[in-house]
């Protein structure tokens, strides 16, 4: 009896290890230091701060390896007041699971690109005073013939 009741208890160390891993993973904003300027997260309580990118004129782009925002949490793109369009990808393997909050100050666009998916819960929301553009293609083609790319960046 004692035998069976270890591998019980061993059993279910590894289940909540496996579940706490997996759902930590979910609730993940991961710069992937791909860009000139990177990303930088800090985060306060439910609040994931995203400052930093790189700004090119109107346009702040970030680089992510995960982003992910999970039920109650805010994910908070800090951007200046000139910004009229944040430019985000996803470069890792994984699905964007929103299930919080996306803000952004003032009127400015975001557009999320993660060409292996993005799913939203029934608890998302958006905060932004502009459009906002999900996409799972492969990359964002700009009129001038540039291209910013999740699968090659």
Do not use: C, W
């Not at 009229?84 to 990808?89: C, D, L, M, Y």
């Not at 060409?115 to 001038?144: E, M």
Request: net charge neutral; glycine share 10%; no cysteine.
């Amino acid at each position: 009896m004692k035998l069976d009741l270890r591998y019980i208890s061993l059993s279910g160390a590894f289940a909540f290890s496996y579940f706490a891993a997996t759902l930590s993973a979910i609730a993940q904003i991961l710069p992937d230091n791909t860009l000139p300027t990177n990303s930088t997260v800090t985060t306060n309580g439910l609040i994931q701060t995203i400052d930093s990118g790189t700004n090119r004129g109107v346009n702040l782009y970030h680089s992510f390896r995960d982003f992910s925002v999970s039920t109650n949490h805010t994910a908070y793109f800090n951007n200046a007041a000139n910004i009229q369009n944040i430019v985000t990808r996803v470069t890792g393997g994984s699905v964007s699971n929103i299930d919080g909050m996306l803000k952004a100050n003032g009127n400015t666009n975001l557009f999320l690109l993660n060409p292996n998916g993005i799913i939203f819960g029934a608890n998302a929301k958006l905060d932004i005073g502009g459009t906002f553009v999900g996409s799972t293609a492969n990359s964002f083609k700009f009129s001038n013939g540039s291209e910013f790319s999740a699968t090659n960046p």
